[in-house]
């Protein structure tokens, strides 16, 4: 099955798309709404206005940012609780003005819609990723969660012990 199975056979191609230009915020209401439709799909897929792909954000890469803008800052620890909601809104407006410029990662996993199953799990596990983009050059055509992954191989592993 591992051999059989290519990428494109179990690839999901409702990918979350942003451009590189996009704000913090509307990053975050694109990965919401990602997972509004399917809660695997943690990722973001970073392009520029040609549509070439300049990497991906996940939603570890947002909450690091949110870390770091956020819960970072002392003084918000020390805060009442009306206190905190006013300044955690003025630190959510701060960091939305920063961009998403920092959060991208270019070296992603990627594997060719003719892959074998065996070689996308190779890739995740060489990323130590829980997900691969499949990818015709610089065009993306699809992702694959490791869930993906698991139901496949899993069905075939209950049907051998029938």
């Not at 620890?77 to 990662?105: H, N, P, Y």
């Not at 691969?132 to 051998?160: M, N, P, S, T, Y």
Request: net charge negative; aromatic share 6%.
């Amino acid at each position: 099955m591992l051999m059989r199975k290519r990428a494109w056979d179990i690839m999901r191609d409702d990918v979350t798309i942003v451009n590189e230009d996009v704000d913090f915020m509307d990053l975050i209401r694109a990965l919401y709404r990602g997972l509004e439709t399917d809660s695997d799909n943690h990722i973001a897929v970073v392009q520029d206005a040609d549509g070439t792909l300049r990497g991906v954000i996940s939603m570890w890469n947002v909450m690091r940012k949110l870390e770091e803008c956020i819960f970072g800052d002392e003084t918000l620890l020390e805060l009442t609780d009306q206190d905190w909601d006013r300044a955690f809104a003025m630190a959510c407006r701060s960091c939305a003005a920063k961009g998403i410029g920092s959060l991208v990662e270019t070296k992603v996993p990627k594997v060719q819609p003719n892959d074998p199953l065996i070689t996308v799990v190779a890739d995740f596990l060489r990323h130590r990723r829980g997900w691969a983009l499949v990818c015709d050059g610089d065009k993306v055509l699809g992702v694959i969660f490791k869930a993906d992954i698991f139901k496949e191989v899993g069905r075939d592993v209950l049907a051998q012990g029938k």
